[in-house]
């Protein structure tokens, strides 16, 4: 395994401080992302921890670039909020957000006793960057994660099969 597909897995399995759980899942689910991950192009992903306490990373899974892209995965660690008692108050906060951006229609998919996850459709909102948000809320004891699927467009069904089993797959350790 070369330097930069162990460095770009490392980033997605333990996005997370180091004293923090960490996320795991199964990226091999959706192939395109795999051969994102497998090229090394490593202007294909973006790390964001300007903030310790809202650890970004994106990943361009369609496109040019992690600045350029049509579809994306993004992984969010924050600590655990003490505010939001459950995955789905977090939803609620992240619809409510979201609605206040534009109007947006909301679909829970699936839903656990630490996870949910939810649909987001935006059409024509500019204040969205991507049209399409499929996420995955993961509530950890000490860490909480968010795994979305952005697209800029529609998926079509057995990407979009692919992409439910993968954040299905999402669990912390």
Same mark, same amino acid.
């Given at each position: 395994?070369?330097?930069?597909?162990?460095?770009?897995?490392?980033?997605?399995?333990?996005?997370?401080?180091?004293?923090?759980?960490?996320?795991?899942?199964?990226?091999?689910?959706?192939?395109?992302?795999?051969?994102?991950?497998?090229?090394?192009?490593?202007?294909?992903?973006?790390?964001?921890?300007?903030?310790?306490?809202?650890?970004?990373?994106?990943?361009?899974?369609?496109?040019?670039?992690?600045?350029?892209?049509?579809?994306?995965?993004?992984?969010?660690?924050?600590?655990?909020?003490?505010?939001?008692?459950?995955? /789905?108050?977090?939803?609620?906060?992240? &619809?409510?957000? +979201?609605?206040? @951006?534009?109007?947006?229609?909301? =679909? !829970? #998919? *699936?839903?656990?006793?630490?996870?949910?996850?939810?649909?987001?459709?935006?059409?024509?909102?500019?204040?969205? /960057?991507?049209?399409?948000?499929?996420? &995955?809320?993961? +509530?950890?004891? @000490?860490?909480?994660?968010?795994? =979305? !699927? #952005? *697209?800029?467009?529609?998926?079509?069904?057995?990407?979009?099969?692919?992409?439910?089993?993968?954040?299905?797959?999402?669990?912390?350790?």
């Amino acid at each position: 395994m070369g330097y930069r597909r162990a460095l770009a897995l490392v980033l997605l399995l333990v996005a997370a401080p180091l004293s923090a759980e960490r996320l795991q899942f199964d990226h091999r689910l959706y192939p395109p992302l795999q051969q994102v991950l497998d090229s090394g192009d490593q202007a294909m992903i973006e790390f964001n921890g300007d903030n310790p306490a809202r650890l970004v990373d994106l990943i361009a899974v369609k496109g040019k670039s992690a600045q350029d892209w049509t579809e994306a995965l993004e992984i969010v660690s924050i600590p655990r909020p003490k505010a939001v008692k459950t995955a /789905r108050d977090w939803m609620a906060a992240l &619809r409510q957000q +979201a609605l206040a @951006r534009c109007p947006a229609r909301f =679909a !829970v #998919l *699936a839903e656990d006793a630490n996870s949910v996850t939810f649909e987001r459709r935006s059409p024509g909102c500019a204040a969205e /960057r991507a049209s399409l948000g499929i996420y &995955r809320l993961v +509530a950890g004891k @000490r860490s909480w994660f968010e795994l =979305a !699927v #952005l *697209a800029k467009g529609e998926l079509d069904a057995p990407a979009r099969a692919q992409w439910l089993a993968l954040l299905a797959s999402a669990h912390t350790d």
